[in-house]
């Protein structure tokens, strides 16, 4: 997917077979507002291993998800591995797949943050917090939550946990994909430079 791609889109899931761009797609799980997130993370996370089987020929039984902490997840069954990247908002709930590496993916409502100065500051970096001061305020909005879905989907996909901003973190080269959502919803997907 080269740089200023058009937004990649999420396919509802149950759905039709997932079709990969260039190796690549994104699943969302639609789930009842105030769900709790062990529920949605159950939810999202057999629909990544039907969606895989799907593509894979084989029972979703055979596709098993590993997760170690300081790595993203991996999708393995038997000849086959796959990058996965989980995210999750009230009522939706995201699982993007690499079928050639890892990836990360975040999702978050729009909303005013009162204090979203400290935290662009605090987790965004200086560039970032700037950029933003000089948004028009009907867009900071929609401005923060992408620039805050693209630090956690980097993070993500260098199996980072969330912390505050330091230069050069991730140290991984990435490159970020705009994700296509309903209205009041931003997310952005992290693939390998």
Request: some cysteine.
């Amino acid at each position: 997917m080269p740089a200023g791609a058009a937004p990649l889109a999420v396919q509802p899931w149950p759905g039709p077979p997932a079709a990969p761009r260039d190796g690549v797609f994104v699943i969302g799980v639609a789930g009842p507002a105030g769900a709790p997130r062990a529920w949605a993370r159950g939810q999202v996370r057999l629909a990544a291993r039907q969606a895989l089987a799907q593509l894979a020929g084989l029972p979703p039984e055979h596709i098993q998800i590993a997760a170690q902490p300081g790595r993203a997840p991996r999708a393995l069954w038997d000849g086959g591995a796959a990058g996965l990247s989980f995210s999750h908002a009230d009522g939706l709930s995201l699982a993007a797949v690499n079928l050639g590496g890892d990836v990360g993916v975040d999702l978050m409502r729009v909303g005013d943050w009162p204090d979203w100065q400290a935290v662009a500051r605090d987790y965004l970096g200086p560039a970032t917090a700037e950029a933003l001061a000089r948004c028009a305020p009907g867009q900071r909005a929609r401005a923060f939550a992408q620039a805050w879905t693209a630090r956690e989907a980097s993070l993500k996909y260098a199996g980072l946990a969330l912390g505050e901003w330091m230069p050069g973190v991730p140290a991984r080269a990435w490159r970020s994909l705009t994700l296509a959502l309903p209205a009041g919803l931003a997310g952005t997907l992290a693939l390998p430079a």
